[in-house]
């Protein structure tokens, strides 16, 4: 079996798990068995579980935000790619695994004892703040809408994964056009 290979087994195997049942519920055993990659190549790949969880996270961080931003530029124009951003969402939010964000999950699981985890966490929270913050500049609106619109999302994410529902997708879009409506208008909302 290719490096290669072995290594994209273990991470799809690892992020099927740690997403499904939570970090640390998961141990190597269970990634060995569902990625069928025996335990000694497992740990040459990934020398401890801890090394698995990061390049798991940063794996997922990669494909996100770039599957996010494949789906938004299809939009016509600048204002219209902002409130992509939660049509992207509510199409995740439907799918049948939907657990909430990764981030926020692994953040709670393991953000207070594993400082790589609650760095990755927030790299990937600061690098979608960025993405949106990018829209926002590109529809010329101002800047204080980009906290708001970011707020919106998060907010959405820890509702449908509570609530087992992706309707928090189409309220925050709906609450998205409001503040693009006033950003419009002039209206002067502090940040």
Known sequence: MEREE???????????????QGIRAVGMDAIRSASAVPLKRLYQLFPSKDSLIEAYLRRRDAR???????????????????LAVFDWLYGWFSEPDFRGCGFINSFGEMGAT????????KAHKQAFRQYVADLVAAAEAPNWLTDHLV?????????????GSPESARQAKDAARTLLQASRAGADIPA
């Open 6 to 20: 072995a290594e994209q087994r273990v991470l799809d195997a690892a992020e099927e798990l740690f997403y499904g």
């Open 114 to 121: 594993s400082p790589a985890v609650a760095d990755i966490a």
């Open 64 to 82: 996100w935000l770039s599957e996010l931003a494949q789906y938004a530029e299809t939009a016509e124009s600048p204002t219209q790619r902002i």
């Open 151 to 163: 707020f919106l999302a998060e907010g959405a994410m820890t509702t449908a994964a509570i609530y």
